[in-house]
């Protein structure tokens, strides 16, 4: 009887602990979004389908990142799914709270306006969440002997792509909001473009693969088309383009503008998101042979 006790009280303690950790996850990550006025004003006008997509894609991302990154180590499918509802729950949560506390929200703004806001800062907060599950874990949480080389030896190539897609949004969504990267995009000359995708692709892989930090990758061949550092790379940095292209077309910095603005200002925008795909890719590591050769 004492020891049922016992463990439901070490029970009751962990749960209190991985979620104090989500809130503070949640909180370094998105804090410097929920002070930011641009993303109050675009909360509300944004079409209401347009912030429905990025939380829809928000959560593709908190699943591949909860997948390598979460609250428990080896998890169904379902229990994935359930700890990534969770994920987005919490992040809803503390949003709501900070905004409120911040006076952005309350009984005189409207309805409409607090849901928009709440789920656009929803969207940063989640990513801390995410993060905090292992990055940001004391290392007596890890349980066993692997702790984190246990997630960097399962996070495959797949793994790091979709982490650094994660990385990627969370960067650029600091800026996309602004009039910035639409000023850089426009009158940049597609001379200076060309030395900015350079610069950003070979500034990746050598943060990723060359610069020594914890959890890069060396630079040996490996089997697979994407296992390559060079390939690695430049697919990182294809998503990250991408995701530059999701946020500039979700606040509308695509309507109405040609084709090569809209290129010039994902290529600015990309910049950001590809830096944040190379440090999420630093968070998963390489696996095993990377902390073999690395260390």
């Known amino acids: 009887m004492i020891r049922r006790m ?27 979004l929920l002070f930011t006025m641009e993303m109050w004003t675009h909360s509300f006008l944004l079409p209401s389908w347009k912030i429905v997509v990025l939380l829809g894609v928000s959560f593709l991302v908190v699943i591949g990142y909860s997948a390598v990154s979460g609250f428990r180590r080896e998890r169904t499918w379902t229990e994935l799914l359930v700890d990534s509802t969770e994920t987005m729950g919490i992040a809803i949560v503390v949003a709501a709270g900070a905004l409120l506390l911040l006076g952005r929200i309350g009984p005189d703004v409207g309805l409409r306006d607090a849901i928009g806001k709440v ?21 007596e949480d890890d ?8 997630d960097q030896r399962a996070t495959g190539t797949l793994g790091r792509l979709v982490v650094a897609a994660g990385g ?37 892989f050598a943060i990723v693969f060359y610069a020594d930090f914890r959890g ?15 390939s690695e790379t430049v697919a990182a940095y294809a998503v990250s ?43 998963v590591g390489g696996g095993a042979a990377g902390s073999a050769e690395g260390g």
Do not use: C, K
């Open 6 to 32: 016992s463990e439901r009280a070490d029970s009751v303690q962990q749960s209190a602990q991985d979620l104090l950790r989500a809130v503070g996850g949640g909180l370094l990550v998105g804090l410097p």
């Open 241 to 283: 383009l991408v995701v530059s292209l999701l946020l500039l077309w979700a606040f509308g910095r695509t309507d109405g503008v040609s084709a090569s603005a809209i290129a010039g200002q994902a290529i600015m925008l990309g910049v950001l998101a590809s830096f944040g795909a190379a440090a999420g890719r630093l968070l």
């Open 119 to 139: 789920a656009l800062e929803a969207i940063p907060v989640a990513f801390g969440v995410s993060l905090a599950g292992s990055q940001l874990a004391a290392p």
């Open 143 to 150: 349980g066993d002997e692997q702790g984190m080389a246990g």
């Open 168 to 204: 990627a949004l969370l960067f650029a969504l600091n800026v996309a909001p602004t009039e910035e990267p639409m000023q850089l995009g426009v009158e940049a000359e597609w001379w200076l473009l060309v030395v900015v995708v350079a610069v950003s692709l070979a500034m990746t």
């Open 216 to 230: 890069g990758r060396p630079l040996d061949h490996r089997d697979g088309p994407l296992n390559h550092p060079v």
